[in-house]
T-cell receptor, first 110, second 113 residues
Protein backbone atom coordinates (compact mmCIF):
# COMPACT_ATOMS: atom_id res chain seq x y z
CA UNK A 1 0.00 0.00 0.00
CA UNK A 2 1.30 3.47 -0.87
CA UNK A 3 1.63 5.36 2.38
CA UNK A 4 3.15 8.55 3.73
CA UNK A 5 3.97 8.97 7.41
CA UNK A 6 5.03 12.13 9.18
CA UNK A 7 6.57 12.63 12.59
CA UNK A 8 6.06 14.13 15.00
CA UNK A 9 2.32 14.86 14.81
CA UNK A 10 2.73 17.85 17.10
CA UNK A 11 5.82 19.86 17.96
CA UNK A 12 6.17 22.78 20.35
CA UNK A 13 9.48 24.63 20.57
CA UNK A 14 10.96 27.87 21.84
CA UNK A 15 11.74 30.69 19.46
CA UNK A 16 15.20 30.26 18.01
CA UNK A 17 15.30 26.49 18.18
CA UNK A 18 16.28 24.30 15.25
CA UNK A 19 13.26 22.33 14.03
CA UNK A 20 13.16 19.00 12.20
CA UNK A 21 10.05 17.41 10.73
CA UNK A 22 10.27 13.96 9.18
CA UNK A 23 8.46 12.23 6.35
CA UNK A 24 8.81 8.61 5.28
CA UNK A 25 7.09 6.79 2.47
CA UNK A 26 6.57 3.21 1.48
CA UNK A 27 7.59 2.82 -2.17
CA UNK A 28 9.42 4.66 -4.95
CA UNK A 29 8.41 8.20 -5.79
CA UNK A 30 8.91 10.69 -8.61
CA UNK A 31 8.62 13.77 -6.39
CA UNK A 32 8.06 14.88 -2.81
CA UNK A 33 6.41 18.14 -1.78
CA UNK A 34 6.57 20.04 1.48
CA UNK A 35 3.56 22.28 2.06
CA UNK A 36 2.66 24.82 4.74
CA UNK A 37 -0.82 25.49 6.05
CA UNK A 38 -1.49 28.36 8.44
CA UNK A 39 -4.54 28.21 10.75
CA UNK A 40 -7.66 29.01 8.78
CA UNK A 41 -5.53 29.61 5.71
CA UNK A 42 -4.72 28.04 2.43
CA UNK A 43 -1.90 25.70 1.54
CA UNK A 44 1.38 27.01 0.22
CA UNK A 45 4.01 24.95 -1.53
CA UNK A 46 7.42 25.27 0.15
CA UNK A 47 9.52 22.76 -1.78
CA UNK A 48 9.28 20.17 -4.47
CA UNK A 49 12.22 17.80 -4.65
CA UNK A 50 13.19 14.48 -6.12
CA UNK A 51 16.78 14.25 -4.87
CA UNK A 52 19.33 15.96 -2.66
CA UNK A 53 18.62 19.17 -0.82
CA UNK A 54 16.93 22.53 -1.32
CA UNK A 55 17.17 25.70 0.74
CA UNK A 56 14.97 28.76 0.89
CA UNK A 57 15.74 31.30 3.56
CA UNK A 58 15.60 29.54 6.92
CA UNK A 59 13.98 26.43 5.46
CA UNK A 60 15.93 23.41 4.27
CA UNK A 61 14.46 20.25 2.74
CA UNK A 62 16.41 17.06 2.21
CA UNK A 63 15.51 13.73 0.70
CA UNK A 64 17.20 10.32 0.84
CA UNK A 65 15.78 8.25 -1.98
CA UNK A 66 17.39 4.98 -0.84
CA UNK A 67 15.97 5.29 2.67
CA UNK A 68 12.62 6.68 1.42
CA UNK A 69 12.83 9.56 3.85
CA UNK A 70 12.71 13.34 3.76
CA UNK A 71 13.24 16.00 6.40
CA UNK A 72 12.19 19.61 6.63
CA UNK A 73 14.40 21.79 8.81
CA UNK A 74 13.73 25.28 10.11
CA UNK A 75 16.68 27.24 11.47
CA UNK A 76 16.26 30.08 14.01
CA UNK A 77 12.55 29.31 14.36
CA UNK A 78 10.12 32.19 14.83
CA UNK A 79 6.50 32.34 16.05
CA UNK A 80 5.39 33.13 12.49
CA UNK A 81 6.64 29.65 11.51
CA UNK A 82 3.77 28.20 13.56
CA UNK A 83 1.69 26.22 11.07
CA UNK A 84 0.89 22.72 9.90
CA UNK A 85 3.58 21.27 7.65
CA UNK A 86 2.42 18.64 5.20
CA UNK A 87 4.47 16.13 3.23
CA UNK A 88 3.01 14.86 -0.05
CA UNK A 89 4.47 12.42 -2.53
CA UNK A 90 3.82 11.38 -6.08
CA UNK A 91 4.38 7.65 -6.19
CA UNK A 92 6.00 6.20 -9.30
CA UNK A 93 2.89 4.23 -10.16
CA UNK A 94 0.34 6.71 -8.78
CA UNK A 95 0.13 8.63 -12.09
CA UNK A 96 -1.22 12.14 -11.49
CA UNK A 97 -2.09 11.77 -7.83
CA UNK A 98 -0.43 13.14 -4.72
CA UNK A 99 -0.62 11.14 -1.49
CA UNK A 100 -0.55 13.30 1.61
CA UNK A 101 0.74 12.79 5.13
CA UNK A 102 -1.49 13.87 8.00
CA UNK A 103 0.70 16.87 8.79
CA UNK A 104 2.86 18.11 11.66
CA UNK A 105 1.45 20.92 13.77
CA UNK A 106 4.32 23.21 14.77
CA UNK A 107 3.96 25.82 17.50
CA UNK A 108 6.82 28.21 18.22
CA UNK A 109 6.60 29.95 21.58
CA UNK A 110 8.11 33.45 21.88
CA UNK B 1 -0.87 37.11 -9.93
CA UNK B 2 -4.06 35.42 -8.74
CA UNK B 3 -2.94 31.77 -8.98
CA UNK B 4 -5.76 29.42 -7.92
CA UNK B 5 -8.97 31.12 -6.78
CA UNK B 6 -11.74 29.30 -4.94
CA UNK B 7 -15.18 30.57 -4.03
CA UNK B 8 -16.92 30.67 -1.64
CA UNK B 9 -14.61 30.64 1.41
CA UNK B 10 -17.36 29.48 3.77
CA UNK B 11 -20.77 27.92 3.26
CA UNK B 12 -23.43 26.27 5.38
CA UNK B 13 -25.76 23.89 3.57
CA UNK B 14 -28.81 22.04 4.73
CA UNK B 15 -29.02 18.29 4.18
CA UNK B 16 -30.25 17.59 0.67
CA UNK B 17 -29.28 20.97 -0.79
CA UNK B 18 -26.90 21.28 -3.72
CA UNK B 19 -24.10 23.69 -4.45
CA UNK B 20 -21.13 24.27 -6.71
CA UNK B 21 -17.66 25.12 -5.45
CA UNK B 22 -15.89 27.26 -8.00
CA UNK B 23 -12.21 26.98 -8.87
CA UNK B 24 -10.30 28.94 -11.46
CA UNK B 25 -6.62 29.26 -12.24
CA UNK B 26 -4.80 31.75 -14.43
CA UNK B 27 -1.53 29.86 -14.93
CA UNK B 28 -2.65 27.84 -17.97
CA UNK B 29 -2.14 24.61 -16.03
CA UNK B 30 -3.41 21.40 -17.55
CA UNK B 31 -3.76 19.49 -14.31
CA UNK B 32 -6.39 20.43 -11.74
CA UNK B 33 -7.51 18.64 -8.60
CA UNK B 34 -10.14 18.74 -5.90
CA UNK B 35 -9.23 17.55 -2.40
CA UNK B 36 -11.06 17.38 0.88
CA UNK B 37 -9.37 17.76 4.25
CA UNK B 38 -10.92 16.20 7.32
CA UNK B 39 -9.57 16.69 10.87
CA UNK B 40 -6.60 14.44 11.59
CA UNK B 41 -6.52 13.08 8.05
CA UNK B 42 -4.35 13.78 5.05
CA UNK B 43 -5.93 15.45 2.06
CA UNK B 44 -7.97 13.03 0.00
CA UNK B 45 -8.40 13.36 -3.76
CA UNK B 46 -12.01 13.69 -4.92
CA UNK B 47 -11.63 14.26 -8.66
CA UNK B 48 -8.91 15.41 -11.00
CA UNK B 49 -8.53 16.59 -14.56
CA UNK B 50 -5.60 16.37 -16.95
CA UNK B 51 -7.02 18.89 -19.41
CA UNK B 52 -10.17 20.48 -20.74
CA UNK B 53 -12.84 17.87 -21.35
CA UNK B 54 -11.05 15.15 -19.35
CA UNK B 55 -11.88 14.26 -15.76
CA UNK B 56 -11.41 11.20 -13.59
CA UNK B 57 -12.32 9.96 -10.14
CA UNK B 58 -9.96 10.12 -7.20
CA UNK B 59 -10.13 8.26 -3.90
CA UNK B 60 -13.43 9.68 -2.57
CA UNK B 61 -15.67 10.70 -5.51
CA UNK B 62 -19.07 9.59 -4.19
CA UNK B 63 -21.54 12.44 -3.82
CA UNK B 64 -19.58 14.79 -6.09
CA UNK B 65 -19.39 15.68 -9.76
CA UNK B 66 -17.01 17.79 -11.80
CA UNK B 67 -16.68 19.26 -15.25
CA UNK B 68 -13.80 20.85 -17.13
CA UNK B 69 -15.08 22.82 -20.09
CA UNK B 70 -12.12 25.22 -20.11
CA UNK B 71 -8.48 25.05 -19.04
CA UNK B 72 -9.09 27.71 -16.39
CA UNK B 73 -12.16 26.40 -14.57
CA UNK B 74 -12.81 23.21 -12.62
CA UNK B 75 -16.05 23.44 -10.61
CA UNK B 76 -17.02 20.81 -8.04
CA UNK B 77 -20.72 20.02 -7.70
CA UNK B 78 -22.30 18.60 -4.55
CA UNK B 79 -25.70 17.05 -5.12
CA UNK B 80 -27.91 16.16 -2.15
CA UNK B 81 -25.49 17.35 0.52
CA UNK B 82 -24.93 15.05 3.49
CA UNK B 83 -23.30 15.68 6.90
CA UNK B 84 -20.41 13.42 5.82
CA UNK B 85 -19.49 16.09 3.27
CA UNK B 86 -18.70 18.59 6.02
CA UNK B 87 -15.06 19.30 5.33
CA UNK B 88 -12.57 21.82 3.99
CA UNK B 89 -12.21 21.61 0.23
CA UNK B 90 -9.10 22.59 -1.68
CA UNK B 91 -8.63 23.06 -5.38
CA UNK B 92 -5.11 22.73 -6.79
CA UNK B 93 -3.37 22.90 -10.12
CA UNK B 94 -0.04 21.99 -11.65
CA UNK B 95 1.52 22.40 -15.07
CA UNK B 96 2.33 18.72 -15.54
CA UNK B 97 2.73 15.47 -13.71
CA UNK B 98 5.80 14.59 -11.71
CA UNK B 99 8.33 17.36 -11.42
CA UNK B 100 6.06 20.38 -11.18
CA UNK B 101 5.00 22.41 -8.17
CA UNK B 102 1.40 22.24 -6.99
CA UNK B 103 -0.56 25.45 -6.39
CA UNK B 104 -3.48 25.45 -3.98
CA UNK B 105 -6.49 27.66 -3.51
CA UNK B 106 -7.41 29.17 -0.14
CA UNK B 107 -9.95 26.48 0.64
CA UNK B 108 -13.71 26.35 1.15
CA UNK B 109 -15.01 25.44 4.59
CA UNK B 110 -18.32 23.64 4.09
CA UNK B 111 -20.70 22.64 6.86
CA UNK B 112 -23.75 20.47 6.15
CA UNK B 113 -26.41 20.60 8.87
Amino acid sequence: KNEVEQSPQNLTAQEGEFITINCSYSVGISALHWLQQHPGGGIVSLFMLSSGKKKHGRLIATINIQEKHSSLHITASHPRDSAVYICAVRFNFGNEKLTFGTGTRLTIIP
Amino acid sequence: NAGVTQTPKFRILKIGQSMTLQCTQDMNHNYMYWYRQDPGMGLKLIYYSVGAGITDKGEVPNGYNVSRSTTEDFPLRLELAAPSQTSVYFCASSSRVGQSEAFFGQGTRLTVV
